[in-house]
């Protein structure tokens, strides 16, 4: 055996640690490995035997350089500000038994890297790796799993197959690059002083990097590129990557903005009410879009969604429009996603990163089924500073960026004031990201020039840092220093490029014509009346075929026995035409069919949404034999776009963010997010109180997400009875969204086929408090007739009261599942005084449908508000004064409920049980006036 010959790099260091073992306690390594390492020791195959001390340098050698490929990026020069990184004591070659004089000896070859040939021995080849690894880039990649994977990343670091000269950049674009970025940013300091523009200073390189990217992303061909990111340096980035209007920008920073009072393109009516709800937005989270043309047929689009202040709220809505942007459902069956057409680049703040939630939950969705986009671009906009906080105080980590090891996602610091080493982080960024369809991050290090916005005063918090960042030149001036020491240009030539942009943004400002620059977003206005024309009733021959069909499974297929049997009872639900045999989950499979039927595409994600968390939906099967699965609605032969159905990881907010995403970037799909239980989407209120609620105010956005959220009071305590109906009413105006709380199948069948109708014509988000014992009970089940005649009413009056008017003298006004409650209640038949009406629509509230049914009792004494839940929750609070309206005067209003409470119920089943009770003999008592005890309140209002 000749040692040198047959093992080298990574293998001969494995083998000689074996080796070293072997020789302290032959006994610690197998038998056949200690008969081999017998041999060595007597001299072989022309190597003298060798000699204990040598192995032990040998040994020495290839570890150090495993140490410095591993851990060289503590030794790396990641500050511009020349902060002493933290170093590491394996990066010695003491602490591996060897001295520079040693190293000198060994030959070369032992450590395997592309450069090896051209080194003289192993001195040279480990000090080669330490420019590489311990220069002003830090590789991070030690905590890939994926051999592959990591032999790639080690290449191309040493092959140096990235960087200037085999890969050169051109000097004096950048220079003129790095030049525009600087004179925009001195340019608004200077004519704006201390207003607020989270300038890019100290990470100018930021635009350079994403120039790098889009044009990679443009040569091969991707057509949507997203980016996403908070306000440090977004107005740059809008001006320089997103082409955004030097007029407009500086229009908005003169404040030109508002004064308008017409919206261009739409009738008169709808525009004032628009305008009477348009907020608009400040211009350092507003978005924009640039088309870059290629030869044909290459269109790349560009684009930055707005975001609100939440910082990293935008990145799993960033992530769903890309995942939607790759994805086609023109088809039937399950949707086809393609990680070629779509980049996502998503910019983080270093204290953002680690300090919020939604970063872990939404790389979490990155290599996910449905989540997947083919890799994401991540630039940490590392400034060393959070507002006023140090990093000591905002991670628990070493470098902003740990949290993406767990994520198995490569990691390149790089100091920002390195311009060829951000240029090379980039091409591997993305290089990789096509290699593997994997998320890449940079961490790009630098500082912030200024304070947290222009108008701070930095000194009271960093005064040492902000005393060396006075002083510190930037990165422009670097670059130019480095072009003149290269012989590229003489001394005059940066400031005259200087010169030059300042005066040309200059010549914009003085030439601002506000009603040409302002080019606000506005949102869509409705279709007039589509929302009344929308036919949602489906022909019974035409439900028939569709139910036939899903009951269908292929051939030999082994469904589970209590399945099979299931599948038989929703056989014969449609038998008959006025038979209500058909429950909840039943009515929303034939909605969907009927909807893929009509062409519109579904996705539908939450937790375990494929069986459904009551075990009522099963969309998908599983072969009792096989474990095959089976998507009846992908194999629906009369579908004619795809079904998509995704048990998403146990987020809300991630979650619902990245279903935003999806629905704004394809408003055609139907996309519907559900909560496992509806208290859990509290867990999203910043998405729903940021995105789905008001970005249509703020952005012109015009969001019809659907979210189903279980609700209803069955005893199982505070934490699985509220979907937090207030939360949601309190949240609308303006018409911004549609809350429905729906009692039967049918109104739950024609609630979805009229929202995927309305998708083009007349799109709001739809909240639908689903049921949860109602799911399969026996007043909640529809007839055929009921799916094939009608539409949704948004209110259901009482029509045994109907039949007998003059008798009626309270009207008990209700939603959702106390509606059955109070009908099954013993005391219905011996009060024919009362009627029950269900308002099935909290918002828009609706007068129209409730006005003819206060108006048909001509007894009629009191009207009652009855409630499952406390005062200060459920629909109450906000429906009183529209109901008071209604009545104007003409009779009481009386509230019926728990009082208020600061949990939404009680914790154990009995004393629900008991308050439930309690809470429906009060609505049936006409004689109390005024009822108030520990349990119910039943009050005048
Ligand atoms: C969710 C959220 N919490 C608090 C804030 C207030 N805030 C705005 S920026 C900022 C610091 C952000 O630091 P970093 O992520 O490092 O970005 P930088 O501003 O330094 O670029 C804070 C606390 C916010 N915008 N969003």
Redesign the pocket.
């Known amino acids: 055996m000749n040692l040198w010959r047959d093992f080298h790099g990574p293998n001969a260091g494995y083998v000689l640690e074996l080796y070293e073992r072997y020789r302290q306690n032959p006994d610690s390594v197998d038998a056949a490995t200690r008969a081999s390492f017998a041999r060595w020791t007597s001299a072989v195959d022309g190597v003298p035997s060798v000699a204990a001390p040598a192995i032990g340098k040998i040994v020495g050698a290839v570890t150090l350089a495993q140490a410095i490929r591993t851990y060289g990026h503590l030794a790396a020069q990641l500050d511009p500000l020349g902060s002493p990184p933290p170093g590491d004591l394996s990066l010695e070659p003491t602490t591996h038994g060897v001295t520079e004089e040693d190293l000198r000896r060994l030959p070369a070859s032992l450590i395997d890297a592309p450069f090896v040939e051209r080194v003289a021995n192993a001195l040279e080849a480990t000090q080669a790796l330490r420019a590489i690894y311990s220069s002003t880039i830090g590789y991070d990649y030690g905590h890939i799993r994926v051999p592959e994977e990591r032999e790639w990343l080690r290449l191309a670091a040493e092959s140096g197959r990235f960087r200037p000269p085999r890969d050169p950049i051109n000097p004096e674009a950048l220079l003129e690059r790095l030049t525009q970025v600087e004179a925009f940013e001195h340019f608004l300091h200077r004519m704006f002083p201390g207003k607020t523009r989270f300038s890019l200073e100290g990470l100018d390189m930021m635009v350079p990097i994403l120039d790098e990217v889009i044009g990679e992303a443009a040569e091969a061909r991707i057509h949507n590129i997203l980016i996403g990111m908070?306000?440090?340096g977004r107005l740059n980035v809008l001006a320089h990557v997103l082409n955004k209007p030097y007029a407009q920008i500086l229009a908005e920073f003169k404040d030109l903005t508002r004064g308008r009072t017409r919206l261009d393109g739409i009738d008169q009516a709808a525009g004032d009410r628009l305008l009477a709800s348009w907020t608009g937005y400040v211009k350092y989270h507003m978005g924009a879009r640039r088309a870059l043309k290629g030869g044909e047929p290459l269109n790349v689009v560009v684009s930055m969604p707005p975001n609100p202040?939440?910082?990293e709220s935008a990145y799993p809505v960033v992530e769903g429009m890309a995942y939607a942007a790759g994805t086609q459902v023109d088809k039937p069956g399950p949707p086809r996603f393609d990680p070629t057409v779509s980049l996502p680049i998503l910019i983080h703040?270093?204290?953002?990163f680690p300090g919020?939630g939604v970063v872990a939950e939404t790389l979490n969705l990155s290599r996910l089924p449905g989540y997947h986009t083919g890799g994401t671009i991540h630039v940490i906009?590392n400034?060393q500073?959070?507002?006023t906080t140090n990093p000591k105080d905002a991670r628990s980590t070493l470098y902003a960026s740990d949290l993406a090891m767990g994520f198995e996602i490569p990691i390149v610091h790089v100091n920002a004031d390195d311009p060829e080493a951000c240029i090379e982080s980039a091409r591997l960024a993305f290089a990789y990201r096509t290699k593997f369809q994997k998320d890449f991050l940079i961490d790009l290090i630098g500082y912030?020039r200024y304070g947290?916005n222009e108008g701070d005063e930095p000194r009271f918090t960093q005064p040492l840092m902000y005393e060396k960042i006075e002083r510190h030149l930037t990165v422009r001036e670097l670059w130019a220093t480095t072009m003149m020491t290269r012989g590229l240009i003489d001394g005059g030539w940066p400031k005259k490029l200087m010169q030059n942009r300042m005066q040309a943004l200059q010549r914009v400002l003085e030439s601002l014509h506000p009603e040409v620059d302002l080019v606000e977003s506005q949102p869509k206005a409705p279709a007039p009346g589509a929302a009344r024309r929308v036919q949602t009733a489906v022909p019974a021959r035409r439900l028939r075929e569709l139910h036939a069909s899903l009951l269908w499974v292929p051939e030999g297929f082994t469904l589970h026995p209590k399945l099979e049997r299931a599948m038989q009872r929703r056989g014969t639900a449609l038998a008959t035409l006025d038979e209500p045999g058909i429950d909840w989950a039943t009515a929303e499979q034939l909605a969907f069919a009927s909807i893929l039927e009509d062409g519109i595409a579904i996705r539908l994600t939450g937790q375990d949404v494929e069986r459904g968390a009551f075990g009522q939906r099963h969309a998908v099967f599983h072969d009792m034999k096989t474990g095959k699965v089976f998507t009846p609605l992908q194999a629906l032969p009369q579908a004619k776009a795809a079904f998509a159905v995704f048990n998403s990881p146990l987020t809300e907010n991630a979650a619902i963010g990245f279903e935003y995403g999806c629905n704004v970037q394809e408003p055609g799909r139907l996309i519907i997010w559900e909560a496992q239980y509806g208290d859990f989407v509290n867990g999203a209120q910043m998405m729903i109180d940021e995105f789905v609620a008001s970005a249509r105010a703020k952005w012109g956005q015009t969001p019809s997400l659907v979210m189903l959220l279980p609700h209803g009071y069955e005893g199982k305590g505070p934490d699985h009875s509220s979907a937090r109906l207030e939360r949601f009413l309190e949240l609308a105006a303006e018409t911004n969204m549609r809350i429905a709380n729906c009692t039967t199948a049918a109104q739950y069948f024609h609630l979805l086929r009229w929202q995927a109708a309305l998708l083009e014509a007349d799109p709001l988000p739809l909240v639908v408090l689903t049921p949860k014992s109602l799911l399969r009970h026996p007043l909640a089940c529809s007839s055929l007739w009921d799916l094939a005649e009608g539409r949704f009413k948004p209110v259901i009056d009482d029509a045994q009261a109907r039949q007998r008017p003059e008798e009626v003298r309270r009207l008990i006004l209700c939603s959702g599942k106390i509606h059955v409650d109070l009908v099954t209640s013993e005391h219905r038949a011996e009060t024919p005084g009362i009627a029950i009406t269900r308002i099935e629509r909290l918002y828009p509230f609706p007068a129209d449908d409730l006005r003819p049914v206060l108006d048909c009792y001509p007894k009629l004494e009191s009207v009652a508000w009855v409630q499952e839940e406390p005062e200060n929750m459920g629909a109450w609070i906000s429906l009183r004064p529209h109901l008071g309206a209604l009545i104007n005067g003409r009779w009481s209003l009386r509230y019926i409920g728990r009082p208020p409470n600061s949990s939404p119920t009680e914790g154990s089943s009995a004393w629900h049980a008991t308050k439930q009770r309690t809470l429906v003999e009060h609505a049936y008592d006409l004689n109390s006036a005024i009822a108030e005890d520990v349990f119910i309140s039943s009050k005048e209002t």
């Open positions: 908070a306000h440090r202040s939440h910082v703040g270093d204290a953002a919020q906009a400034n500073l959070g507002y912030r947290h």
